[in-house]
Every structure is written in C-alpha cells, then in structure tokens.
C-alpha cells in the first residue's frame, strides 16, 4: 500500500494482489500490462496475493488532503481487480481487514460487478459504510457493466469512473439493445470520475483519442442530475492537440475553466459516516 497516491481521487492505495486478466477493449492499454512490460519480475496474467502490503490499512492512521469528512480514502486494488476469480482464495482476509478499519474508506472499483453479490462477506452490513463500489467504463460496451452494478442493491455509496475514456459515453439513457428499454442509470450513482487516456506514441502502452466534447458531455449530465462530478485529467491525446505542459492532462489548471471540477461525494446517508 502505498502511503501516498498519485492518483487525484484518493490518499493511499491498497493491492491485495497483483495481476489481473483483461475483460474488454477498455482494458486494452491497461497500466498493470503497462509497468509490467519493463519488469520481468511477475507475470501480468497471474493472480498473486501481496505479502508486505496486505495488511498495511491495519497501520494507516494519516490522514492527508482529500479525506472524506476526516476519513481518509483508499483505492482497493488498483493492480488487480477485488472481485477477478484469482482473489476468491483471500478475498475474505481481506474483508475482515476492511471490517477492522471504520477509519478508512475503501473505494473498490471492479470491471467484474454481476460478481459483487456472491462475494460479500456475511458481515457486508456491518462494514457497507465506509465501502464505496465502482466500475469501469471507458465506452459503450461498458454500459452493461454500468447497468449492473446500478441494479444491485448494497446500501452503500456507488461510483463510476469513466476512465479511460476512449469513445462517447452517454449517461443520460442506455441504449434499447443492450437491456431492450431505455433506462435512466445516473440517479443510481452517487460521484462520477471521468478521465482520457495516458499512454506513448509508439510500443506496446499507447493511448486512444478522448475527444473534449465527451467530457463535457459527461460533466453536463452530472450537473443536471445534480452527481458531484471529478475530472480527473484530459490525457494524452488531448493534452498534445491543446499543447498542455502536463503530457497526461492531468493538471487542473490548464484544464478549460468550464471543466476544472474536481468533487467528491456529498453526505446523503449518515451510515457512510459510520
């Protein structure tokens, strides 16, 4: 776990294992597949449990900048997905470690949600709190994951993260062939990330265009079903047609002043301060 992130949604981040298997084109230029071309250290494709970072959330008590109402926030798994196949041998060690820590958030962000349900703990009430659930869609054939996990009913906060986005999304609907009607899925979620693609011009880590219009697209939406809405960066392809200094877009100040949003989820039920 490392004590601080990079990311600009969270504190600290947490790996239980490392590696993963890709489930759709938005998994594509996946940044574990990424760091591990220049390491012949592990296999990207093998499920490994951690060992020295396992068990850090039982040490972290600092709290820094973007804690939610003086809960710091924790991105769960951010090299390997909570819910893959490979981390049902120790998923439940690392529940009970998340049940030992009421002070943390955890945000737990899966592109596998139809297996949520089958994976909570027993003890799922007792700790809902301070969990929040999210997956990830970076195109239209994501919607499906987006449907999925806004039908489930778990009592705690939901997110997306609309990172990487590679094509338009549209929140405002779903389209009739994928559930066969139209169903409206952003009062569901409570917070929505959105973000382009970083990646290289040239090998194997590249990058896909995000068009600017599709973040303001997504940013509107938010706004008027009133979704606190967190952009996290325009990346690469952006970043080189507006000639930003940041090569990912990540930097807010030389975002469009329409699009320098940066919120988090507000406190519409007291259990998520429990």
Not at 15 to 22: E, L, M
Not at 76 to 82: E, Y
Not at 88 to 100: G, K, L, V
Request: proline share 5%; hydrophobic share 35%.
């Amino acid at each position: 776990m490392a004590e601080k992130s990079n990311i600009q949604w969270c504190d600290a981040t947490w790996n239980i294992a490392r590696g993963c298997t890709k489930v759709d084109e938005d998994c594509k230029y996946c940044y574990m597949y990424r760091d591990s071309f220049d390491s012949t250290r592990y296999n990207p494709l093998d499920v490994v449990r951690t060992k020295t970072v396992f068990e850090m959330p039982l040490k972290y008590k600092e709290a820094h900048s973007k804690c939610w109402h003086g809960k710091p926030l924790i991105f769960t798994c951010s090299l390997t997905d909570f819910f893959h196949e490979g981390c049902d041998r120790f998923r439940m060690e690392a529940w009970d470690i998340i049940r030992q820590c009421p002070h943390l958030i955890f945000q737990i962000l899966t592109k596998r949600p139809e297996r949520i349900m089958e994976c909570l703990p027993p003890y799922w009430d007792e700790i809902k709190g301070h969990v929040w659930m999210g997956t990830s869609v970076g195109s239209t054939k994501g919607l499906k994951r987006m449907i999925e996990l806004s039908w489930l009913d778990l009592g705690c906060l939901k997110f997306l993260s609309l990172e990487p986005l590679h094509q338009r999304v549209d929140l405002s609907t779903t389209k009739r062939e994928i559930i066969g009607d139209e169903y409206h899925v952003l009062p569901a979620f409570d917070w929505i990330i959105v973000g382009g693609e970083s990646g290289n011009e040239t090998g194997k880590s590249r990058y896909r265009p995000c068009e600017l219009e599709w973040i303001e697209s997504i940013v509107k939406d938010c706004r008027r079903n009133q979704i606190p809405v967190f952009v996290k960066q325009m990346g690469t392809y952006l970043s080189k047609q507006m000639k930003l200094k940041d090569r990912h877009g990540g930097d807010i100040s030389e975002f469009p002043e329409h699009l320098q949003v940066r919120e988090f989820p507000l406190i519409m039920n007291t259990q998520w301060l429990k």
